[in-house]
């Protein structure tokens, strides 16, 4: 089993339709929770992150955390072409000591929103 | 303007060569980290560093060397002992002991033939 699993994708929605980004995570310890985004040939721009269970929004973007379910999540409302990207969900396990910061990365879900 | 710094942007080797990749921040950050990814995948830890003069093994250090003399730098050299150095490397900082986020520089594309 992989560390942190994500929805395969690719996923495609229609321009204002809500994306839903999801991520599984095997260490029951892990700490904190982070989504960044890829565009093509760039590197990864850190959105959102989490640290406590339930609901954090930021303008469009709502991350969701269930740590009982060793689930995260990631809204995009409204999406818009230029959403369109990979989608990279980060987990700083609770192995290595506090202040080690190790993340683990997801393979990445291509989004695509057509107009 | 304060931020992360890696230099090239592109680089290209021949088998057997050493190269060295730069990575330079004046964002103050303690720890950074250097990472590959390869085409369809997601990011792996090649070494970290939290403080000066100290760095540690992630979990692909094989065939990479890295150094931290200063806090604003830690460059990486990727060594003919890596027997698929062809990637996309992507250097990253992080503030503090507190904060865990993690600040990725623009990356460097090494190809290799």
């Known amino acids: 089993q992989k560390e942190v699993e994500q929805n395969s994708g690719p996923l495609s929605v229609p321009e204002g339709a809500i994306a839903s980004l999801n991520c599984t995570y095997s260490?029951?310890?892990?700490?904190?929770f982070f989504w960044y985004r890829q565009y093509s040939g760039k590197s990864p721009e850190l959105i959102m992150f989490i640290y406590s269970n339930g609901d954090k929004e930021d303008g469009r973007f709502t991350a969701q955390l269930n740590k009982a379910s060793q689930y995260v999540s990631l809204l995009i409302r409204d999406s818009q072409p230029s959403d369109s990207a990979t989608y990279l969900c980060?987990?700083?396990?609770?192995?290595?000591?506090?202040?080690?910061?190790?993340?683990?990365f997801g393979q990445g879900t291509i989004l695509t929103v057509h107009p | 303007d304060g931020g992360i710094t890696q230099s090239p942007k592109y680089l290209f080797r021949k088998e057997g060569q050493n190269v060295t990749l730069s990575c330079e921040q004046n964002l103050n950050h303690d720890a950074m980290y250097w990472y590959r990814q390869d085409p369809g995948q997601g990011l792996r830890l090649i070494y970290y560093?939290?403080?000066?003069?100290?760095?540690q093994k992630g979990d692909i250090a094989e065939g990479y060397s890295v150094s931290r003399e200063k806090k604003e730098s830690f460059p990486l050299t990727v060594t003919s002992a890596q027997k698929n150095p062809t990637a996309f490397y992507l250097c990253?900082?992080?503030?503090?002991?507190?904060?865990?986020?993690?600040?990725f520089g623009p990356g460097t594309r090494l190809t290799v033939t």
């Open positions: 560093s939290q403080i000066v003069n100290d760095f």
């Open positions: 260490d029951r310890g892990s700490q904190s």
């Open positions: 980060a987990v700083r396990s609770s192995a290595g000591g506090t202040s080690y910061g190790k993340l683990t």
């Open positions: 990253a900082s992080r503030p503090g002991t507190i904060n865990y986020e993690q600040y």
